[in-house]
């Protein structure tokens, strides 16, 4: 028991004795000899399992017995009736020690707090570093539940916004998995849910009741009851991106004011990523949908005819730009197909964009394919009334296969004619041209007609491939001789292997270099049987010579 005043008499001008801090001495054995008023009225506040025989706080108990020792602690501090103090010795008359208790509850308090804000500031950038380094939305919303429940909680639910009558739940517990699953819910069943799914604030903590949650709101396989409830909403751009729900068991301690403000912040990284992965998603979809149909279409056989096309766009990272073709196979195989390879002024998607719309148009005016004059005449109309002010050159084609040979109508409006690979290697060029389509108020353009014999191709291509600059110094063109003197080692090759090599042979004289849209298009009258392909790198077998000798 600490001695009263009137117990013993006070060394004569001890500086302890008046000290505005609690002071105790304490002799060799740990006796309190003497206290101040000080340290008596904070000792009788203490509770009695934190004292030692004496009324000494424990753990000022254990410092003394071990002073002088080799494992003596080189600071002495604890806590006494919820306060801290440091505690320092100092020698006293006759042996005793004499210890101060200077309070640093304030000082404690201030660096905890200082700690827990370094704590939460690095969560929260740890947060957005692990939630911003993917734009996929299952990602970020199963690392936004994980570490909600890491960190912040026993257990976290994320709430998706509905899609249609269900909503997507997932589920996770601090160091265990993460589950997802869609389920139809009432949201009306837990507090403040359904207004924070509409982006309204949370409700207070306190306002929620744990014993009344659905079950649908406890994680599989959580073990105990809740004992406290977070519901606040993850804001996104514009529309919520969901909402968080924090729970923690009855054997832990409630949420805190605090706690709940800074799983605000939380949800609020949360949120902005999970809308922008959410954002991400529905662009590349519309994305994806608008490719499909800007893209070439994949080309085949069609009445007894070879088609094979081949696109590269001016930028690798690109897939679509200026240059187009399409195949409008006729219901009728005694009927025309109706072909098309164009090249709009421009690159990229701009250019893509008007492609798509030619395409469009010329796919209405198909009841009209037999008159290719006609036909340039109202996709001209349609262009000049447009808002773009680009123009196109196009070649048409008309195909019929009939007796064993091709039949083909071609016709140029400012386009490259096209060219003719006959079955013995020679390369003709189709005798057809006209004016751009878009520039001028009418269009003229020169119809040609032309049979392919088996094994024969007409070969549609775009200004990319004769004006692709490149070869030993870089800045020569591949130009029309050379692409003729490829087609000529092309002879009764089939529609894909020719657009191939052409294509290769191209990227060959490119190298790295810049270059514009490259496109082709290889019409071909197949050889049947065994003679579908007798050209390897531009040599004809010896089976072959055989034969046509």
């Known amino acids: ?274 809308s922008a992965a959410r954002l991400y998603a529905e662009q590349a979809s519309i994305t994806a949908t608008l490719l499909r149909e800007l893209l070439p279409p994949r080309l ?7 088609y094979a096309g081949a696109f590269r766009a001016s930028q690798d990272h690109e897939r679509v730009g200026g240059d187009f073709y399409d195949v409008h196979p006729a219901a009728d195989p005694a009927q025309e197909t109706f072909v098309v390879l164009g090249d709009v002024a421009g690159k990229g998607l701009e250019a893509a964009v008007l492609t798509g719309k030619i395409r469009t148009v010329l796919q209405a005016l198909l009841p009209l394919a037999d008159d290719h004059q006609r036909v340039l005449g109202l996709l001209n109309d349609a262009l000049l009334h447009a808002h773009q002010t680009r123009f196109a050159t196009l070649v048409l084609a008309s195909v019929r296969r009939r007796s064993g040979h091709v039949e083909l109508r071609l016709t140029s409006a400012g386009h490259l004619p096209p060219l003719i690979v006959r079955a013995d290697g020679r390369v003709e060029e189709a005798d057809t041209g006209g004016t751009l389509v878009g520039a001028l108020p009418h269009v003229t353009a020169r119809s040609t007609d032309v049979v392919l014999a088996p094994g024969e191709t007409c070969l549609l291509y775009t200004d990319g491939i004769t004006e692709a600059r490149g070869g030993p110094l870089g800045d020569q063109l591949y130009g029309e001789p050379r692409l003729q003197e490829a087609l000529r080692e092309c002879a009764r090759m089939p529609a894909q292997a020719i657009v191939e090599r052409v294509q290769m042979l191209v990227a060959q004289w490119l190298g790295e270099g810049r270059h514009d849209d490259l496109a082709t298009l290889a019409i071909t009258n197949p050889t049947g049987g065994h003679g579908a392909l007798r050209i390897v790198d531009g040599h004809e077998d010896r089976r072959r010579r055989r034969e046509r000798r």
């Open 300 to 306: 085949e056989r069609v009445h007894g005819v070879e």
């Open 1 to 274: 028991m600490i001695p009263s005043p009137g117990t013993s008499e006070r060394p004569r001008g001890a500086a302890w004795s008046d000290a505005p801090c609690p002071v105790v001495v304490l002799d060799g054995e740990g006796s309190v000899v003497e206290a101040n008023d000080a340290a008596r009225d904070l000792f009788a506040r203490q509770a009695d399992d934190d004292t030692a025989p004496g009324g000494l706080p424990l753990w000022l108990a254990h410092a003394h017995g071990r002073l002088g020792s080799a494992d003596a602690p080189p600071l002495v501090a604890g806590a006494v009736a919820h306060r801290t103090f440091a505690a320092h010795p100092s020698p006293g008359e006759g042996g005793n020690v004499v210890w101060w208790l200077l309070e640093d509850t304030g000082q404690r308090a201030a660096e905890q707090a200082l700690r827990s804000e370094r704590e939460r500031t690095a969560l929260l950038a740890e947060v957005s570093g692990a939630l911003l380094s993917s734009l996929n939305v299952d990602r970020c919303t199963e690392v936004t539940a994980r570490m909600a429940a890491d960190h912040l909680a026993d257990a976290a639910l994320i709430v998706a916004p509905a899609q249609g009558r269900r909503h997507w739940l997932t589920y996770a517990q601090a160091g265990g998995p993460v589950t997802q699953t869609a389920a139809h819910v009432d949201a009306t069943t837990v507090p403040g849910l359904a207004e924070a799914l509409q982006g309204f604030p949370p409700v207070p903590t306190r306002w929620i009741d744990p014993d009344g949650l659905p079950d649908w709101v406890i994680p599989p396989g959580f073990d105990g009851p809740i004992g406290s409830v977070i519901v606040t909403p993850l804001p996104g751009h514009g529309v919520p991106a969901g909402v968080l729900v924090l729970l923690r068991s009855s054997t832990q301690r409630a949420f805190t004011d605090g706690e709940e403000v800074f799983a605000r912040l939380f949800a609020a990284r949360a949120g902005a990523a999970l």
